[in-house]
């Protein structure tokens, strides 16, 4: 089974700030997704970022961006010059192939991002 | 496009008592999942259509849970004689199948239930 691992329950940036969210995750699949979903106060989670295992560069969505390390199975999430608007828990995830044919999402158990003016 | 709609948004009930939720999904996508998130927690997966058909189920969906897509097209979530361990938020994604692969779910706002 995949488990994922968010370290860090909580954290703080000033406004304008860069900010780096950890994860980490356990496979013994090759060929895999992961993704950062972000879910503000009482609002519908929404993507933020993804990646697909068998790239090596790491993904970019403007002020977002992950490192991935396959070999380490990390992926941080870096978000540049944070806004009030990116206050939220953010939540890593990872989707394998299972037989039955479900990409079904394995979740971290978050980090509540509060960003301050 | 309006997105994955849930209702209710809200719902306490009784132990005891039955529950349903239903899903709409983003209307073209095949792939419709249910997910359950208790406070303090990400989402688990509970289970997932392909059209009308289920064809998995975690095992955190025990006995007193169904779900059915009839049609392909909306989807329900029932739950019969809730326990207070059923509290929780119960959220719908949905998703289609591309050349790349259906990895992209959209989430649903959720129903959230409270067992009193």
């Known amino acids: 089974a995949q488990t994922v691992t968010q370290s860090q329950p909580e954290m703080s940036v000033q406004e304008a700030e860069t900010v780096t969210l950890s994860c980490t995750y356990d496979?013994?699949?090759?060929?895999?997704?992961l993704f950062w979903y972000k879910q503000p106060p009482s609002r519908q989670m929404i993507l933020v970022i993804r990646q697909e295992a068998y790239k090596q560069q790491n993904a970019t969505e403007n002020r977002f961006s992950v490192n991935f390390q396959k070999a380490a199975k990390s992926f941080s999430l870096k978000i540049s010059d944070s806004q009030l608007g990116d206050t939220a828990m953010y939540f890593c995830?990872?989707?394998?192939?299972?037989?039955?044919?479900?990409?079904?999402?394995?979740f971290g158990k978050g980090t509540k991002l509060s960003v301050i003016p | 496009d309006t997105g994955v709609s849930q209702d209710p948004r809200h719902k306490i009930t009784k132990r005891g008592q039955n529950v349903t939720f239903r899903c709409d999904p983003i209307s073209e996508h095949n792939r419709l999942y249910w997910y359950r998130q208790t406070l303090g927690q990400g989402p688990e997966f509970l289970t997932y259509?392909?059209?009308?058909?289920?064809?998995?189920k975690s095992r955190l969906l025990s006995d007193r849970f169904s779900a059915e897509r009839p049609k392909g097209s909306f989807s329900t979530l029932e739950i019969q004689r809730t326990e207070q361990g059923d509290s929780a938020m119960y959220l719908c994604?949905?998703?289609?199948?591309?050349?790349?692969?259906?990895?992209?779910?959209?989430f649903g706002p959720g129903t959230r239930l409270t067992v009193t």
């Open positions: 994604a949905s998703s289609l199948d591309r050349l790349a692969g259906p990895y992209e779910q959209y």
């Open positions: 995830a990872f989707m394998r192939y299972s037989g039955a044919g479900s990409y079904q999402l394995t």
């Open positions: 259509f392909q059209n009308e058909a289920q064809l998995e």
């Open positions: 496979t013994s699949e090759n060929n895999y997704y």
